[in-house]
């Protein structure tokens, strides 16, 4: 921008005020203002002398609140390095072999009528997840998440970090689950799993296909913005 021509309060204005209101947010940021997010970076020398002060971070404060700067030896990312770790729902390759090898023997994959309603069958099958939507979530939201799978039964349970949580059953093939948001509370990834209740079906269990409880599927929970 300074390139460009313009001064270097055109250009601390183009990234905040302005840039607020082309977002329709300028009743929450872009200036310094009762009633606005106190979100503040305070730097070391007058930006308005020279533009490239505006590397020199003095001191940043989020929500009110001055963060600590620096670097920190038990610093861990809530991620879990999802960087490195972008599959959404994991054994895959496991879902897809023990559903061919159920599917046509007794106790093989539950498929129900696709009209909502879902199987109550007296032995659980052992459940599998194939795909999650959305994989991401905002921070603090509430939020519908769509799981498609197999072998989900009347009586399964859906634990989502650790915790049981609220679920509607659509099919044998489909659950949607209900997260609000104190499930959300926190950014990270968080693990997703299905669990049928004993007594578990023979061909199953002779079959070492599992132990009642899903692959795990991973949930982003993105920070708020």
Do not use: C
Not at 14 to 29: F, P
Not at 88 to 99: F, I, N, Q, R, T
């Amino acid at each position: 921008m300074a390139d460009a021509g313009l001064t270097p309060m055109q250009i601390i204005q183009g990234s905040t005020k302005y840039a607020a209101e082309m977002l329709r947010k300028q009743d929450l940021l872009g200036t310094v203002e009762a009633g606005k997010l106190a979100d503040v970076i305070i730097v070391g020398a007058d930006p308005l002398q020279d533009i490239k002060n505006l590397d020199r971070i003095d001191t940043v404060i989020q929500d009110g609140r001055i963060v600590e700067l620096g670097y920190h030896a038990n610093y861990t990312s809530p991620f879990d390095n999802v960087a490195a770790r972008t599959v959404s729902v994991d054994g895959l390759p496991w879902a897809e072999a023990m559903k061919k090898a159920s599917a046509g023997a007794e106790g093989g994959p539950q498929r129900g009528a696709g009209d909502g309603t879902i199987p109550d069958p007296a032995f659980s099958p052992q459940p599998a997840i194939e795909t999650m939507d959305p994989i991401i979530v905002t921070q603090g939201a509430s939020a519908v998440v769509k799981i498609t799978g197999f072998n989900f039964v009347r009586r399964s349970s859906v634990y989502f970090n650790g915790k049981p949580v609220p679920f509607r059953a659509v099919s044998s093939r489909e659950l949607q689950v209900t997260l609000d948001a104190e499930n959300l509370r926190q950014a990270g990834r968080f693990d997703l799993v299905v669990k049928n209740p004993e007594p578990a079906d023979p061909f199953f269990v002779r079959s070492m296909w599992g132990n009642g409880t899903s692959n795990v599927a991973h949930l982003i929970v993105n920070y708020k913005y």
